[in-house]
């Protein structure tokens, strides 16, 4: 089946730790994109790339750290420098990156991150 | 910078009518795209609805339309013959070319 994965679904971690986000799409999509949604609110953009081995930050990108070796995967790093780390983390993926045309992004199912 | 505004926190509506969920957003570009967004309680976010800005016809998707007034920075969502499945976090989003950025969100509450 074609689509964007995260793992795990649940995760806790204790506070100084850091903590990696799985995020792989098998949609050939270029761009890639995190998002952390908080209760109640919408979804604020922490990192995206639009290609491999190039990434830019978003509106909330203290914090966080992110790669793009391949592609297909886009892991997100919360560092202990993050202080308020619970929260809900939505990847996103599109065929191309915003500014192309009308670019549609999807989302995977989320993951939940709570600070012990 | 741009900013999206949904102004109703929440809405309900019985099923079967109609609900109209209101977003505005404020840009100086003349290009750009706008989505809806349905978040159901599984929290996966999942496409309803989208408008190219340069397009006056609004768009529909089978129960769903909007309402686009560019002029006014307006962009509404009606839901026809809502259904039970309807409930859920309804976010607007605006694309400008470099991210989208999303609104607050409306809770739809749709009573049997």
């Known amino acids: 089946d074609g689509g964007i994965t995260q793992s795990p679904k649940y995760l806790f971690r204790k506070e100084g730790q850091n903590v990696t986000l799985s995020c792989e799409q098998n949609l050939n999509h270029d761009a890639m994109y995190w998002y952390r949604q908080d209760p109640g609110q919408g979804l604020r953009l922490i990192y995206y790339?639009?290609?491999?081995?190039?990434?830019q930050k978003g509106d909330i990108a203290e914090g966080y750290s992110v790669s793009r070796e391949k592609k297909e995967s886009f892991p997100l790093t919360v560092t202990s420098a993050q202080k308020n780390p619970t929260a809900f983390y939505l990847c996103a993926s599109s065929i191309a990156p915003s500014g192309t045309g009308l670019v549609t992004q999807y989302f995977g199912p989320g993951t939940r991150l709570t600070v012990l | 910078a741009q900013t999206v505004t949904q102004s109703q926190p929440e809405m309900s509506v019985q099923e079967a009518e109609t609900v109209t969920l209101s977003c505005t957003y404020d840009t100086s570009e003349n290009n750009y795209y706008l989505f809806w967004y349905k978040q159901p309680p599984s929290r996966q976010m999942i496409l309803v609805i989208r408008q190219e800005a340069y397009k006056q016809q609004n768009a529909t998707e089978n129960r769903f339309s909007v309402n686009f007034q560019k002029a006014a920075k307006s962009f509404s969502l009606k839901i026809s013959d809502s259904q039970l499945g309807d409930t859920a976090m309804y976010f607007c989003a605006f694309d400008a070319g470099n991210m989208l950025t999303f609104g607050g969100g409306t809770r739809l509450m749709v009573k049997p």
């Open positions: 790339s639009q290609i491999v081995n190039d990434f």
